[in-house]
C-alpha cells in the first residue's frame, strides 16, 4: 500500500544544519520529492530524486535516498529563519500520476 | 510565484450555497490536479485531468464537480456542503510525458483557496 511518514516537527537553531527524514512504503516509486510550504502559500517544489539515485545535491538542499530502508532525508545546510515552513516529502508511483504525500515536517529555526 | 494562480483565495459559505474555485495555470502543461488539504490528514488527491479528460476521480462526493475547460483552467464546483468540507483546496498542474501515467515528475502548486464551510 501507499504510505508516507514524516515527524512531525524539528526545531533547529539558525546556521546549523537541519535534517528531515522520510520513509515510504511503495517500492514502485519512480520519483521522490520535497515540497516547502509557507504558512498561506501553496506547496513549493524544492527538489526531487529519481528513485535510481542515491543522492542530490542542490545549492544548501542535499536529499539522501536509501532504498533498501525506503529512507529519504533532506538536509539543509546553513538553516536561516526564512526556512521555517512545513515541509513535505511524496513520491509519484508508478503507473499513478498524481502524489502521495506525508503530512508534513514543521521546521523551526531560532535565531 | 510558480505559475498557478487560484481564485478566491479565500470563500466562506454556506452550506446551502453554490460557488466555484477556479485555478489557471500559465506554464503550458497538460495536466491538471485538485487537491484537498485539511488539518488533520495529510494532502489528499480529489481530481486529475490529462488533456482536459478526467483520468482520476478518488472517491470524491458528488458535492464536489471538477470541470476542465481547457488545459490551462480548472475548476471546482461546489454546492451543500458540509462543514468538515472546510479545507485549503490546492490546484496544481504537470507536464505529463510520453510515458503517461507516472512519468510527469513536477507537479507546481497554485497558493490554495482556504475554504470555510458555516
Known amino acids: 500500500g501507499e504510505d508516507v511518514e514524516q515527524s512531525l516537527f524539528l526545531s533547529v537553531r539558525e546556521g546549523d544544519s537541519s535534517v528531515i527524514n522520510c520513509t515510504y512504503t511503495?517500492?514502485?516509486?519512480?520519483?521522490l520529492y520535497w515540497y516547502k510550504q509557507e504558512p498561506g502559500a501553496g506547496l513549493q517544489l524544492l527538489t526531487y530524486?529519481?528513485?535510481?539515485?542515491d543522492m542530490k545535491q542542490d545549492q544548501r538542499l542535499t536529499v539522501l535516498l536509501n532504498k533498501k530502508d525506503k529512507h529519504l532525508s533532506l538536509r539543509i545546510a546553513d538553516t536561516q529563519t526564512g526556512d521555517s515552513a512545513i515541509y513535505f516529502c511524496?513520491?509519484?508511483?508508478?503507473?499513478?500520476?498524481?502524489?502521495?504525500f506525508g503530512s508534513g515536517t514543521r521546521l523551526q529555526v531560532q535565531p | 510565484e510558480t505559475g498557478v494562480t487560484q481564485t478566491p483565495r479565500h470563500l466562506v459559505m454556506g452550506m446551502t450555497n453554490k460557488k466555484s474555485l477556479k485555478c489557471e495555470q500559465h506554464?503550458?502543461?497538460?495536466?491538471m490536479y485538485w487537491y484537498k488539504q485539511s488539518a488533520k490528514k495529510p494532502l489528499e488527491l480529489m481530481f486529475v485531468?490529462?488533456?482536459?479528460?478526467?483520468?482520476e476521480n478518488n472517491s470524491v462526493p458528488s458535492r464536489f464537480s471538477p470541470e476542465c475547460p481547457n488545459s490551462s483552467h480548472l475548476f471546482l464546483h461546489l454546492h451543500t456542503l458540509q462543514p468538515e468540507d472546510s479545507a485549503l483546496y490546492l490546484c496544481?498542474?504537470?507536464?505529463?510525458?510520453?510515458?503517461?501515467?507516472?512519468?510527469?515528475?513536477?507537479?507546481?502548486f497554485g497558493p490554495g483557496t482556504r475554504l470555510t464551510v458555516t
Open positions: 511524496a513520491e509519484s508511483l508508478r503507473g499513478r500520476r498524481a502524489l502521495t
Open positions: 511503495d517500492s514502485s516509486s519512480t520519483y
Open positions: 506554464l503550458g502543461h497538460n495536466a
Open positions: 485531468y490529462s488533456l482536459e479528460e478526467r483520468v
Open positions: 530524486i529519481f528513485s535510481n539515485m
Open positions: 496544481a498542474s504537470s507536464q505529463e510525458g510520453q510515458g503517461g501515467a507516472g512519468s510527469s515528475y513536477e507537479q507546481y
